[in-house]
């Protein structure tokens, strides 16, 4: 605790905000994470300063993560290592912490985690303002934009969706050559997950659209799945010292094909 004390500390969180919920959110974050505190503290410290997030909200910023790290593959340190690759120039880009960490999520469902997957991020985000006069021949021919008429940026979810609409029956090859000459080589990776996974599908959007909850919810509801599962492992394991694993297997079978039936 005394070490994200300290890192909370360094980032500038005040003592109020991290005695009202900012030291909380890192214990969470550290037990979820299964990562030690201090580093679960820098992690919410370098988002909150990276997204320009004040001390009061550590602990909404260390159950964002947590969710996101949940949802798909890798830990809560490498959803930390992605948003220090690309948090700047998200947030630059008009992203929220929420929305950026979603996509981060989607590369995650595909295997990109970690800082190349923030690498990767970053430079497709980059190439959402057309760096040649081809890329913004080609977006617009496709009739995409990532702007609004004001230059406000029409949010990740909104661009994918179009996107993905204007990839709708164009061949492999004509793909190809529209998301090259758009992106380049090194963005069209993310480009790729845009169109075949969406960063609509991570659990808080899903469960605030679908299931119609606030968002601080979902991501409630995240952050006891995670805390479940791990004290679920933990019950397992005990359990199963004292007790042959086999027979309580074949239960667990029977159980859920009788549910199932």
Request: with cysteine; proline share 2%.
């Amino acid at each position: 605790a005394a070490a994200g004390l300290n890192e909370l500390a360094k980032a500038g969180v005040s003592t109020q905000s991290i005695l009202g919920g900012g030291l909380q959110g890192a214990l969470s974050l550290a037990a979820s994470g299964q990562m030690e505190v201090g580093a679960a503290a820098e992690a919410a410290a370098s988002a909150m300063n990276q997204f320009g997030l004040s001390g009061a909200q550590v602990s909404h910023i260390a159950d964002v993560l947590a969710a996101g790290a949940a949802t798909a593959q890798g830990l809560v340190k490498d959803m930390s290592d992605a948003l220090n690759q690309t948090g700047v120039v998200a947030k630059q880009t008009g992203l929220s912490l929420e929305e950026t960490v979603g996509g981060l999520t989607a590369f995650a469902a595909t295997g990109r985690v970690g800082s190349d997957a923030g690498t990767s991020f970053k430079t497709m985000l980059q190439r959402l303002v057309p760096t040649s006069v081809e890329a913004g021949k080609a977006m617009q021919a496709l009739g995409i934009s990532a702007y609004d008429s004001q230059g406000n940026f029409i949010g990740l979810a909104e661009f994918a969706g179009n996107l993905q609409q204007a990839m709708k029956g164009l061949s492999d090859e004509q793909k190809a050559t529209a998301l090259t000459t758009i992106f380049g080589a090194d963005a069209i990776q993310g480009a790729n997950v845009l169109i075949e996974q969406g960063v609509g599908t991570w659990l808080p959007t899903f469960n605030s659209e679908v299931l119609h909850l606030p968002a601080a919810t979902s991501v409630q509801i995240a952050s006891i799945f995670v805390a479940t599962l791990a004290l679920g492992r933990l019950a397992s394991g005990l359990v199963l010292r004292r007790i042959d694993w086999l027979p309580v297997l074949l239960g667990c079978v029977a159980l859920v094909a009788v549910l199932v039936v």
